[in-house]
C-alpha cells in the first residue's frame, strides 16, 4: 500500500495518474494547501520542502517503507518499481529522462509563475505577467514541435508525459490558444480519453 499525500493540483494529478496507470494500491492522505496543512510537522518530516505530492511505500526497497517527496522523483520511483512508463534500455531511458526533466525545470515552474502573476497576484505587474506567458507560449512551442510525427514525447506514453500532462490541462489560465499548437491540443486529447487518466482526474477530495 502506498500513502499518497495529496491535494488536486497539476503535480498531484501527477502522481494519481501515475498510480492508476501502474496498478498499484494506494490511499490518499488530503493535504489542505488552501489550508496550510503543508506547513504541519507530521507532513514536513515526508516532504521537508512543504509542497505536495509525498509519497510512503509500505512495501520499499527491502520490504521496508520509504517517503519520498517531489514528483519527479516519486515518478521515477513509481516507474523502477514496476518496470512500467520507465524503460530499461539506457537509450530510451534518457529521452524520458530529459523530457521528465523538462517539465521539473522549466514547463512546470514557468506555468507556475504564469498562473500567479496572472490569476492570483494581489496586484497587475505587466512586466512579470507577460514574462511568464511569453515563456508559456515558448514551451507550448517546444511540446508542439516535439509532438510532430509521435502521439508522445519520447516516442512512446511515459512518466514524461504524465509529469507534462496535468499543467496544460490549465491552458485557458496560461492565456493559450491551443489553436496555436495542434500537436498539443491532439496530445491533451490522447491523454485525456486513456481510462485511468479519466479515473485519476475524477478524483475528489
Not at 515558448?138 to 507534462?164: F, H, P
Request: net charge negative; proline share 6%; aromatic share 12%.
Amino acid at each position: 500500500m502506498i500513502d499518497l499525500y495529496y491535494w488536486p493540483t497539476p503535480n498531484g494529478h501527477k502522481i494519481t495518474i501515475a498510480l492508476e496507470e501502474m496498478g498499484l494500491k494506494y490511499q490518499l492522505i488530503p493535504v489542505n494547501i488552501l489550508e496550510n496543512d503543508q506547513f504541519q510537522s507530521d507532513f514536513l518530516a515526508i516532504s521537508p520542502n512543504n509542497k505536495i505530492p509525498a509519497i510512503v511505500d509500505q512495501d520499499g526497497p527491502r520490504h521496508q517503507a520509504i517517503s519520498i517527496f517531489e514528483s519527479g522523483a516519486i515518478l521515477q520511483y513509481l516507474g523502477r518499481k514496476t518496470g512500467l512508463f520507465y524503460p530499461h534500455d539506457e537509450l530510451k531511458r534518457v529521452q524520458v529522462e530529459q523530457w521528465l526533466m523538462w517539465q521539473m525545470g522549466g514547463l512546470g515552474p514557468m506555468l507556475g509563475q504564469n498562473h500567479h502573476f496572472s490569476r492570483f497576484a494581489p496586484e497587475r505587474i505587466a512586466y512579470a505577467t507577460e514574462r511568464y506567458v511569453n515563456e508559456s507560449k515558448r514551451l507550448y512551442g517546444v511540446l508542439n514541435t516535439q509532438l510532430l510525427g509521435q502521439d508522445y514525447v519520447a516516442g512512446e506514453y511515459s512518466i514524461a508525459d504524465i509529469a507534462i500532462f496535468p499543467w496544460l490541462l490549465r491552458h485557458e489560465w496560461q492565456q493559450i490558444d491551443l489553436a496555436d499548437y495542434p500537436e498539443v491540443e491532439k496530445y491533451i486529447a490522447r491523454i485525456k480519453a486513456r481510462p485511468a487518466v479519466a479515473k485519476a482526474l475524477a478524483i475528489q477530495v
